[in-house]
């Protein structure tokens, strides 16, 4: 069955920085492509960013320039690498397909907390 764990989360300060990950199982992983989403308090969930099973790339306005995904197919895995952080960033952080249609069970997610 397919498995997302998701890592890295923690408690930064403004402007410092997090690099998140996530660890597939159960399924093809490199054909695949990976999106990061986050869930604020009291907010729906968003997709942040996304990146193809070619490597292509795209982000949401909110975090562009400051957040940058990548992918590692050996190791069935996908990253977020987050600078310049700021608080409106804190949610709890989950990867998952960029594309709703063929959502996969979704993971714990890891909690990313900035502090003013």
């Known amino acids: 069955q397919v498995q997302l764990v998701e890592s890295g989360g923690g408690l930064v300060q403004a402007g410092g920085s997090l690099r998140l990950s996530c660890a597939a199982s159960g399924m093809i992983f490199s054909i695949n492509a990976m999106g990061w989403y986050r869930q604020a308090p009291g907010k729906q969930r968003e997709l942040v960013a996304s990146i193809t099973s070619y490597g292509s790339t795209n982000y949401a306005d909110s975090v562009k320039g400051r957040f940058t995904i990548s992918r590692d197919n050996a190791k069935n895995t996908v990253y977020l690498q987050m600078n310049s952080l700021k608080p409106e960033d804190t949610a709890v952080y989950y990867c998952?397909?960029?594309?709703?249609?063929?959502?996969?069970?979704w993971g714990q997610g890891t909690q990313v907390t900035v502090s003013s």
């Open positions: 998952n397909n960029p594309n709703m249609k063929w959502s996969l069970p």
